[in-house]
């Protein structure tokens, strides 16, 4: 009965369809989040360790002293109307 309407050979096919293309979906969803958690470690790193981030930048001579001025200079300016202080979270 099962095989009435479709040749046993082409059910089996479909049915090993369907059980083989759901790996490569979860594995694509693992690989996403993955990327995701990444890309958010890397920006609460940078957030939290900047003035790191910011003297690396002089000492390897990626960035001139003046521009990392600027860059704090911004970063202060920023925090400041939205309430950020630093000391605050301490």
Do not use: H, W
Request: proline share 2%; hydrophobic share 45%; glycine share 4%.
């Amino acid at each position: 009965q099962y095989c009435r309407v479709l040749d046993c050979r082409i059910r089996a096919e479909q049915l090993r369809e369907q059980q083989t293309d759901l790996i490569p979906v979860i594995v694509l969803l693992i690989f996403i989040v993955l990327i995701c958690f990444m890309v958010f470690s890397i920006v609460v790193c940078c957030v939290d360790y900047s003035d790191d981030v910011f003297q690396f930048l002089v000492e390897s001579g990626l960035a001139s002293s003046d521009a990392v001025k600027r860059m704090t200079r911004a970063r202060n300016d920023l925090r400041r109307p939205l309430g950020l202080d630093r000391t605050k979270g301490i």
